[in-house]
């Protein structure tokens, strides 16, 4: 096997691993609001502490990566976040909660910036959508997963003991990678040379490159027209990320069985949807160009993800409402490595912070949602409503990427 698809596996490993960590809030939520006393609201706040750090700490350590490289940040970065994942298991009132979910998302954040660095560095530019699109798929398989293996977990050992679970699991991944990966190719001993030069032929960024100034970021269109984009198009993500268990359960009145077998479903759809986009934008960019090739699959995943979120909150049937639900993430996540791989496109070496300003950008789309969720649902009782929202907020995310142009590489010179 090529070493590149060596630092690959470490990578869609990560992925799986954050979700898990990410949407075990999620599934163990009926267990920990009946066990701390919290409603539905005051819930929103603890999963919004998570979005809010994640946000607010994700460009920098998007440009900390792209500074000193991702062997060493996302090294920090797991370690930390496995230790709050830990720590989650010791919650006792509401604001400890809190301030512990707070903290777990400021480590976790500049994670998938920092492994697209990785990827950048790793991949000739025509494999770029592609290993992008199996880091995202991963972590649809970790969310796939997080129900099947947190709810045994959980009747076994409670759920307390499940976050302590995680945390241990991903401080071992953090051992290796350290161990293993190397911030350039041509570092790691054992790779063959020709693969070494396949590598920095075929990819998109120089050694000579510079940090991006903040001035760059700040006045550039294109980068604003990618972060609303995310922006919105995590109104979406999160949902599922954060609420779907509680919708299923409270909102439509499933069984806990039932609950898990959509959310499992959906994220699995979510997997095929990442693969296909990845794929199917590094085919289009071959035969149409890049502006072609990244638009098509964005601007078709968003729009029908929107028209599905759309009939779900339309529909009185709890059980076509689920399916629907699992088809919005198989067609939204069509345009994740899409959006990805863009950051690339235009960043070059600087890609990592280009991709957290994007998902900087993300992560506060997450956080409103996840409190207006909460809100909402406390104050109307009714569940639908967060879904209309979202279908409104998918539909403009797909009429940004007419604005979003990956062949426009960011000018330093401007700067």
């Not at 267990?31 to 609201?41: I, P, R, S």
């Not at 490289?69 to 989650?88: D, H, I, K, N, Q």
């Not at 954040?109 to 790793?122: E, F, K, L, V």
Request: net charge positive.
């Amino acid at each position: 096997m090529k070493y590149r698809y060596r630092a690959l596996a470490f990578l869609f490993a990560l992925s799986i691993i954050t979700f898990l960590d990410r949407v075990c809030m999620n599934v163990v939520s009926k267990y920990v609001k009946a066990d701390l006393g919290l409603n539905n609201e005051e819930f929103g706040w603890i999963l919004g502490a998570f979005s809010l750090a994640y946000a607010l700490f994700e460009i920098p350590t998007g440009a900390m990566g792209d500074s000193i490289g991702p062997r060493r940040v996302l090294t920090r970065v797991v370690l930390w976040w496995s230790g709050f994942t830990a720590l989650t298991g010791t919650a006792f009132s509401f604001i400890y909660l809190l301030v512990v979910r707070f903290l777990f998302g400021v480590g976790e954040a500049g994670a998938y910036p920092n492994a697209t660095i990785a990827i950048s560095r790793w991949f000739p530019a025509v494999e770029i959508g592609r290993a992008q699109s199996v880091i995202w798929a991963a972590g649809r398989i970790g969310g796939a997963l997080t129900p099947l293996l947190v709810i045994p977990l959980v009747h076994a050992v409670g759920w307390r003991w499940s976050f302590v679970v995680l945390g241990v699991v991903g401080a071992v991944w953090a051992l290796a990678w350290y161990a293993w990966f190397r911030d350039e190719p041509a570092e790691k001993e054992g790779i063959s040379v020709e693969e070494v030069e396949e590598i920095e032929t075929g990819r998109n960024i120089k050694r000579a490159d510079h940090a991006i100034p903040w001035k760059t970021i700040i006045l550039n269109p294109d980068i604003w027209a990618l972060m609303l984009m995310c922006h919105l198009f995590f109104y979406g993500a999160y949902f599922f990320t954060n609420w779907s268990s509680t919708y299923f359960q409270e909102g439509r009145g499933m069984t806990e069985d039932q609950s898990k077998n959509f959310i499992s479903l959906s994220y699995f759809l979510g997997a095929i949807g990442c693969v296909v986009g990845g794929l199917l934008s590094d085919f289009l960019t071959k035969k149409y160009g890049l502006k072609i090739g990244r638009r098509a699959v964005a601007i078709t995943g968003l729009g029908l993800s929107s028209i599905f979120f759309l009939a779900a909150g339309l529909t009185p049937d709890n059980q076509l409402a689920g399916y629907l639900l699992a088809i919005c993430v198989l067609t939204k996540d069509l345009a994740l490595p899409v959006s990805f791989a863009v950051c690339v496109d235009i960043g070059k070496r600087n890609a990592g912070t280009v991709a957290g300003s994007m998902n900087f950008a993300g992560q506060m789309g997450g956080f409103f949602i996840t409190i207006i969720f909460g809100s909402v649902v406390e104050s109307t009782k009714n569940f639908n409503i967060p879904l209309y929202l979202i279908s409104g907020c998918l539909f403009v995310a797909a009429l940004l990427w007419f604005k979003i142009d990956p062949t426009k590489t960011v000018d330093l010179k401007k700067a």
